[in-house]
């Protein structure tokens, strides 16, 4: 089943549903080391692809364009990095000069909307002012019915000419008095933009920002963290097996026997009892299908291929194990363990792969872990390593070694049937 996962780099849903955390992490990290794994192959594959590209194009070089890129003194590509040449300015100065170009543009344009409004006051004002000083004159020159209308006339060209002076003078005091005031205003924006700059760090973005990777940071560090403890406990378990001499090996150590000579001779000696028999006398040629997607498949595949490996029996009898259940779902497993004490288990067969489950007792709650039995060997997917080479190998191995570091779980207390007939009668009828 893992191999398969691995080839497919594809997990079902389901499946993945049934796993705890610490088995998806270590499932995960199977997985990742298999995409490196591939990734330097392909890697390979282009860099000798590329060489051959490079050799084929010097052949080519001299009868079609070409491009050379300029090198350095070391040999390799030259590179220019804007501030770092002889003659660049440095960052600093191009940010100062930014700011006080900023800085003089902002009062610029406030300079030239102070200077329209001034405009337009002082045009007003004395259009106001030129207006009521020709109607003054009409009423009282009009009025007493002037005969020199020539006198009114000059007189009223010299009053023009007096207040376009004054206009003209008006003018030139208001472009001065904007002026000042740009320049002012530059040097208040240029400080203002400077502090903005210098805080900028204590902004509300630059907070958002810092709190998103100060949360991207600590998830890092918790992925990585699980993958760590993932990998000591794949290694941990690993040895502890070896020194124990219980690891069944490499699949090729069982392959073209599925029972020790004494388990056959004992089989073949007890072939009268009605629980042994049922593969014997299977008469169609059995071939499983990929995955289970059926009751009747699964007890098809149990009665051809686990219960002549023994599977559920206890050891050296023909005594189905206290441990053992039939096709029961994880609800009904935690039904049968919930007034249990912590380290009660039981093993069911699974709907989801061609195994079981294991679901244990913890002190707060419940746990259950996918054994992989598609192989000739027993062993825990995506947690233990180790693989044994029957199902009451596995349970008697971690009646003395906990599962997982993290959580210690030692089989303690099978949880026995308590429906009469048993669950797992269907297997054997």
């Known amino acids: 089943m893992l191999q398969q996962i691995l ?27 298999e995409q490196l794994r591939r990734w330097r192959e392909r890697e390979e594959k282009a860099r000798m692809e590329e060489a051959v590209l490079r050799k084929t194009a010097r052949r080519n070089q001299s009868n079609g364009k070409h ?7 070391d040999g390799e590509v030259w590179v220019w990095v804007m501030g770092e040449a002889p003659g660049d300015k440095p960052y600093e100065q191009i940010s100062e000069e930014l700011i006080a170009e900023r800085a003089r543009q902002q009062a610029q344009k406030e300079a030239e909307e102070l200077w329209r ?45 007096e207040l376009k002076k004054r206009e003209e003078e008006e003018r030139q005091k208001g472009e001065e008095l904007i002026r000042l005031q740009e320049e002012i ?32 940071k600590a998830a890092d560090e918790e992925r990585s963290h699980q993958a760590r403890r993932a990998r000591d406990e794949y290694r941990r378990q690993s040895l502890r097996a070896i020194q124990k001499g219980r690891v069944a090996g490499l699949s090729h ?40 997607f059926s009751r009747d498949v699964i007890v098809r595949w149990f009665r051809e291929e686990q219960i002549p490996r023994r599977a559920g029996f206890e050891r050296n009898t023909n005594r189905i194990a206290q441990w053992f259940h039939g096709i029961i779902s994880r609800q009904e497993a935690e039904e049968l ?4 004490s912590e380290g009660a288990f039981l093993v069911r067969v699974s709907e989801k792969i061609w195994g079981y489950a294991l679901s244990y007792r913890q002190q707060n709650g419940f746990k259950h872990f996918l054994v ?22 596995l349970i008697d191995f971690h009646k003395e070694e906990i599962i997982t570091s993290s959580g210690g779980e030692l089989l303690l207390e099978p949880c ?6 048993p669950d797992y009668s269907p297997l054997f009828e």
């Open 7 to 33: 080839r497919d780099m594809y997990i079902d849903p389901e499946l993945l549903a049934e796993l705890n955390e610490e088995q998806k992490q270590i499932l995960f990290y199977k997985m990742r080391e």
């Open 67 to 73: 491009v050379q890129w300029l090198r350095g003194k």
């Open 117 to 161: 409004q001034k405009e337009a006051e002082i045009t007003k004002k004395f259009r106001d002012a030129m207006a009521q000083e020709k109607a003054r004159i009409v009423a009282e020159k009009w009025k007493i019915e002037m005969e020199d209308r020539k006198a009114a006339k000059l007189e009223e060209e010299k009053i023009q000419e």
């Open 185 to 216: 205003r530059a040097k208040e924006l240029y400080l203002s933009l400077k502090q903005a700059q210098q805080h900028s760090q204590h902004s509300d973005d630059d907070q958002e920002w810092e709190e998103q990777l100060r949360r991207s």
């Open 253 to 292: 150590l069982f392959q073209g026997t599925n029972l020790n000579n004494e388990q056959e001779i004992k089989l073949n000696n007890n072939s009268a009892s009605p629980l042994l028999s049922l593969s014997a006398a299977s008469s169609n040629i059995w071939e499983r299908p990929s995955r289970p």
């Open 337 to 340: 363990l919930m007034n249990k």
């Open 372 to 393: 992989d039995a598609s192989g000739d060997f027993y062993s825990f997917l995506g947690v233990d390593p180790n693989r044994h080479p029957t199902l009451t190998d």
């Open 416 to 421: 026995g049937q308590q429906k009469n007939p």
